[in-house]
């Protein structure tokens, strides 16, 4: 059965600490891109469920603006692509200043997940229903990165 993206879109919120960033206050970028990897699996896992769902690989990420502590960062994520076993999330990154709630956009990551069966081979997960012009658009995008991801990895 197909499921459309909006039943594995996910936000997460979380505040940066201390323990997040160098001596000057800047979060690390590997920080932030566990977390757009956490909040991709949840995206995968909703929609492909009962599977293991992997990282294949994640496109190159510019940090556009810098994060702070004290910031809350802002992953929005969803689904733009599904072939056979991959998906592509696209997760927009977002930091807020609490003091006076502006919001500035970060970057925006695409992270390809693959779901796996019991023996760890790839598996089908249900396709995706895209219904809306927006959901067509990202779909008709995603399958030119996939080609071109593919082709970089040496696979096609
Ligand atoms: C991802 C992985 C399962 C692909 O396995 P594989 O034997 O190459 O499988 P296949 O060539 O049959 O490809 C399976 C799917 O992955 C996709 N894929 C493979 N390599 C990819 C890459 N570099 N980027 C994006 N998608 C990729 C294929 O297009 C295919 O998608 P489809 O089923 O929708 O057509 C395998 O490389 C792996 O297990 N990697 C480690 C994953 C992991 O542990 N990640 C966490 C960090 S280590």
Redesign the pocket.
């Known amino acids: 059965m197909k499921k459309t993206p909006h039943e594995s879109k996910t936000e997460m919120t979380l505040m940066m600490l201390p323990s997040d960033a160098n001596p000057k206050g800047n979060v690390f970028g590997g920080v932030i891109l566990k977390h757009v990897d956490l909040v991709a699996g949840i995206v995968a896992k909703r929609h492909a469920r009962n599977t293991n769902c ?4 994640v496109d190159r990420v510019t940090f556009l603006k810098p994060v702070y502590i004290g910031n809350a960062l802002i992953l929005s994520a969803r689904l733009n692509y599904v ?4 998906m592509e999330v696209e997760v927009m990154i977002e930091a807020e200043n609490l003091e006076d709630g502006t919001k500035v956009r970060t970057g925006t990551a695409y992270v ?1 997940v ?1 779901a ?1 069966d019991k023996n760890g081979r ?1 598996t089908e997960v249900p396709q995706l229903a895209s219904k809306t012009a927006d959901d067509k658009k990202r779909f008709k995008e995603g399958v030119s990165r ?1 080609q071109l ?2 082709k970089e ?1 040496g ?1 096609i």
């Open positions: 992997v990282t294949a690989s072939h056979k076993s991959s390809t693959v796996l790839p996939m991801r593919l990895a696979k």
